[in-house]
Structures are given as C-alpha cells and as structure tokens.
C-alpha cells in the first residue's frame, strides 16, 4: 500500500520556484518529525529540511533563506516551497515521515527536481 505520496515535481529555471508536498496516509498515527532529503546519483541521500511537531524548523545550509517547509497536521501533509532554484538543486526528492511510539520511517517515492536553463 502506498504510505506517502510525493508531488510538485518537474523542470524550472534557474531563479524560478517550485513547491513539493507529500501526503501521508491517514493511517499513519503519531507523526512526529517530517523532513524532506534529496539524492544526486553517485552520492549519499542528504536531509536538507525537516519540521517538527511543534513547527521547529531545521535546514541545509546550502538552502537556507530559499526553502520553506511546513507541514498541515490536519491532512498529514508536509510541504517544500522552493524558491530562487539554482542548478545545484537539481536531483530527486524524498519525503521522510517519522512516527513516535512505536517508532517508524515511512519514505516517499520520490520525485525529481531539474532545475535547468
């Protein structure tokens, strides 16, 4: 069964904004932390922003000032506004779900970010 849904993907500009959200099933209780990573082939996954229950907040320094996460707890949904997209950002997605007692990581799909003149 599919868990966390993973969309807003696609190609932009350099300069231009992108916004991901990530719904996660309604049977998925207890939510605690709720982050975003993304992967460039040839390299290790990396967190770049995550939020708690409570909406503190957590980035990348490479996109700090750019990005924006959020989350609605009310439809188990987090959300990435990406903004002034630079290449560098190109690479494929993932939302990460954290659940409290019984602990538990839930993965998205996944969904690529271009970010191309």
């Known amino acids: 069964q599919v868990q966390l849904v993973e969309s807003g993907g696609g190609l932009v500009q350099p300069g231009g904004s992108l916004r991901l959200s990530c719904a996660a099933s309604?049977?998925?209780?207890?939510?605690?932390?709720m982050g975003w990573y993304r992967q460039v082939p040839g390299t290790q996954r990396e967190l770049i922003a995550r939020i708690a229950s409570d909406g503190g907040t957590d980035y990348a320094d490479s996109v700090k000032g750019r990005f924006t996460i959020s989350r609605d707890n009310a439809e188990n949904t987090v959300y990435l506004q990406m903004n002034s997209l630079k290449p560098e950002d190109t690479a494929v997605y993932y939302c990460n779900v954290n659940t409290g007692f019984p602990s538990r990581s839930y993965w998205g799909q996944g969904t690529q970010v271009t970010v191309s003149s």
């Open positions: 309604r049977s998925i209780f207890n939510i605690r932390l």
